[in-house]
């Protein structure tokens, strides 16, 4: 065991390895990690065997170059519109102005472009893919937090827009490949050796943690300034080590350490601002004993809360996973495997350390300490976890940018909407938000924010769960051969009977439960949140008075289309005709297209209200909100479904 362990720490396999790397990924960057591990594990193999010999096994494995002469390049296909500068213009087109016009079917005609177009790398791909829903959930949390229209519909214009721009000067360059996988690092010798090693990791990770930690002692302790001096001071100096070792190792790429410098810029610049501010409104003038007068200055916890929220920590987050995720360690594999019981550990860490950011939201709109505390340790922990996704062989790159954007998503706009910009506070008539609404941080408010954040852990949990691929699944074979095995690894049980029968089942439930919500919101949260103090009863004698009706039945009839839409993948799923991927894509595609039913079926009472007692006819209750966000991810979720079943289909054809 011991020589299986230390076969791959000798100085001639690590350069071996490292030769075969470099080698294949001139040939096929997505072939050289899984044969590097191939050649790692038929080491360890051959370790435990009597008689083993490095230098004869390494001379058995052949030259890299010769290894890399059997990999096959991949195959160009065929230039498409897609491809062309036409192309390139209406996939922006659609992108923007389709979204302004069609909403939906404007986004679903340019994704599908972009995806199929060699003019742009997967990363801008997948910008260009989430920037309309992103501009939607601004618009729907701008909504839900006050000022739509000055925040939420001006989100819908600006984020296309600039996404937009940016793709069109991307797209018209000529077509580019993927770039190429980064080289294994070499290791130095002498004193500076340590620096391409895990140490030099985690001395560089501990400066944002140091200083994430200084502003929650001056955020939990405030009082007088000049105890606290030296805890800004720590924090400076380690950020400044960290800087220090960032740029003395090689083990980041130069485009890293400029980022990683950016980051820890803002971060100084936000603490200097929170400092700054929080002395500065903790002066409260001067106390004077005989002809002495001294000020009378304290560090006001409050301000530092609400401006450590929005900026200081998110920057320091940013930072550390970055650290974490793009630092390669001399001669090791960019990422290792990982047990199930490990992939538990870390979906678990993602799931629970994720609800820092409801907690971050919080703190920044109550401008509560304890809460701020509480955020920064959670985060700690997703963080963590997010770096593990980031290093492990587990899970596709696009698995793991899902992980990290999504829950940052959702805590964006109201982290940087600022205080006392939430919805006028009401009298405390409507059920749905018990007691003073006040603004952000009522009852309601706050169990809005965590059903959503709840929700999008969950999924993003579900998803991760789905997608690992344990170390053990691995299979010991050639390359081409090795990925389709792992492939069909991932997707094994896909065409199981029960998983399409649970999935389609699930999916009714979840199609009910958004058709029940969406007329309770109608026929009662909403009227109700319309007219605060009055009772269903009142509100119904007026509009009988004034001429005009909820029309329930029709409100009931329009929402049942989609538990009726929702019986057919349930049905093809117990008929074995549909495979629990199709089942999943038909159950997001009938839940997206439930924004278009509500709106169908709100529109009616919507305006009935507005005209008997003059007021919008827009939603007053926030749950309509909600409803548009599950909307909003249910069609990512179908996208994602789609691009899943082109790959399956696509790997098929390989294989046959």
Known sequence: MNEQLSVLRDPRARAYLAEVHVAVAAVDPAAADGIMREIADHLREAAAEPGFDLDRTIAELGDPALIAAGVDAPAPRPAGFADSAAGVIVTVLALTVGTWWTFVIGWIVGVGLLWSSRRWLR?????????WPLAALAAASGGVFGGFWSAGFGALVVIPLAVGAWLLVQGLRAPRTAPAARPLVEARTGPGAWLERRPACAVAIAGPAIAALGAVVVALVGGHPAPLVAVPVVAALALVATLTVVWLSRSWEPADKGVITGLLALTVVAGAAAWAAAVDAGTAGTMCAGTECTPVVSVRTDVVVTIAAPALIPALLACAVL????????????RTPRTRVAIAVVIG?????????????LAQA???PGL???????????????IAVWRSDAWTGLDAALATVVLPALAVVPLILPRGYSAPAGDGANPLLPGELGGFGSPGETALLWGVFAAASVVVAIWMAVRALPSGARRRRGGPALRAARARDRHRGAASPVAARIVGAAGLVAV???AAVAAVQILVWNPLAAVPGATLAEISGTLDATGETFDAPMVLGILAVGPMLALAPLILAWR???????????VCLIIAAGALGYFAA???PGMSLADAYGISGADYAPWGRVLILVSAAALVGAAACGVLALRRARGATMEG
Do not use: D, Q
Not at 373 to 381: K, P
Not at 576 to 586: E, P, Y
């Open 123 to 131: 990363t801008e791909k997948v910008i260009g893919t989430a920037a």
């Open 512 to 514: 009910v439960a958004y």
């Open 372 to 386: 701020f505390a509480a955020a920064v340790g959670a985060l700690a922990v997703w963080a963590a976890a997010i």
């Open 349 to 361: 860490g993602m799931t629970l350390g994720g609800a820092g950011f409801a907690l971050l939201v």
């Open 602 to 604: 709100s529109f009616g």
């Open 366 to 368: 109550l401008a509560a």
């Open 576 to 586: 074995n005709a549909v495979s629990a991927l199709g089942a999943a894509a038909s």
């Open 323 to 334: 650290l974490g995720a793009r630092f390669r360690a001399a001669g090791a594999p960019p």
